[in-house]
């Protein structure tokens, strides 16, 4: 099944639709935290990668090699080597988690952490991480209480998390330790 999906825009009409209303509505947040137009650009289109690819993980389990890396490589034209840096150090850090609990987290993950390292480095990365562990942690603990079937290794999609965590990083950043 997994295998059948393929990274096409022309399948995902309706995942860009969700997308660009969800952008719509943050948009005002984008526009309110920045002060040129220029950094407005950068953190739309970091947002827009970051719904679109919450939406493909949640719908599909998956995050496209697309859009990682997309997301790596703009995060370094933004913040040149410090954003190759952090994209490495956030990419290993969860690459080391995976290697603690291979079964627990997908290779899409670790590479859509160190695309979001990218843009959001230094100490900010832990932030994004314990945010993105504690969302997932109580999501699965709400579904755990709401559906009783619910199997302990049933998967749950981490992007949705890294996603919200990156966002709220991205636009907080220093005001989220306070």
Known sequence: MKEDIVFNLQLLKSELLLCSFIMLILFPVLVCNSDMIIECVWGCIFTFILIIT???DYKYLLLF???TYTLFL???IKNGI???IGGVIFGGIMLCIKGIKPEGMGWGDVKFAMGIGSWIYDEEMLLVMAISFTLGAVF?????IVKW???LKQCIPFGPFLSVAGFMVYILGDRLWV
Not at 140 to 144: F, H, Q, V
């Open 54 to 56: 919450a939406i493909m």
């Open 82 to 84: 410090d954003g190759f």
């Open 140 to 144: 699965s603990l709400l579904l755990m």
């Open 74 to 76: 703009l995060g370094i």
């Open 65 to 67: 090699n697309k859009l």
């Open 149 to 151: 079937d619910f199997n």
